[in-house]
Every structure is written in C-alpha cells, then in structure tokens.
Nanobody, 126 residues
C-alpha cells in the first residue's frame, strides 16, 4: 500500500518562498514507476493541477505556474518537493500530492490517481 504525506509551514508571508514535501512510503520514487504530482485547491474553488515529476526525474508543469514552480525529488529520503517562489495570497490553498501509474498532465480527476495524500493547508498572509 502506497502512502503519501504532505508537510509544510502552514503559514507563509507574501513574497516568501514556500516549500512543501511529500514523503512516500510503500513504493520507491525512482523504481516504483509512478508519476508524482502536486495538486492544490484554493478556498471555494476546484482542484488545480500544478505539476508532476516522473520516476525517472522528468518534470512537467502547468503553463500558468511554470515560471514560478519547481518540483524536485530526494531519492535518499524517498520524498518529492514543491517550491512555488514568491508566494502571493492567491497561493492560499490545500496542497495535495498524488501518485499515478500513468502520466496525466493537467488532470485533476481524482480516480485518475492511484493514491492521494491527506492534504496540507497553506495560508499566504501577512
């Protein structure tokens, strides 16, 4: 059973860099042949796909976020991270990490993903 657990600061000030971590258990990020995604849900809005990193390390990003988002992995810790830079109040959302056996760029349909984390709230406010 694959389990994902998000972690992050909870509250960040605008213009600060946010860093979120997804810790994976039950599968190895580089050899489990999953695609590891970040998806968020702002308050009162639908899910927004942010980006994905493959088991081989390739990355794909939402065009609207590509210039300010970075996804990386630490295979020694079996974690992958999300770093939106220069946070604004519009980045306030619940952030989820998810895993899928197939590459689903831009997809937010829940049943396209095999596993989800429980989500972590991030509030960008001064």
């Amino acid at each position: 059973q694959v389990q994902l657990q998000e972690s992050g600061p909870g509250l960040v000030k605008p213009s600060q860099t946010l860093s979120l971590t997804c810790t994976v258990s039950g599968a190895s990020i580089p050899t489990g042949y999953y695609y590891w995604s970040w998806i968020r849900q702002p308050p009162g809005k639908g899910l927004e796909w942010m980006g994905v990193i493959s088991y081989s390390g390739s990355t794909y990003y939402s065009p609207s976020l590509k210039s300010r988002t970075s996804i990386a992995r630490d295979t020694s810790k079996n974690e992958f991270t999300l770093q939106p830079v220069s946070v604004t109040p519009q980045d306030t959302a619940v952030y989820y990490c998810a895993a899928a056996k197939s590459l689903s760029v831009g997809e937010t349909t829940k049943n396209l993903y095999d596993y989800w984390g429980q989500g972590t709230q991030v509030t960008a406010s001064s």
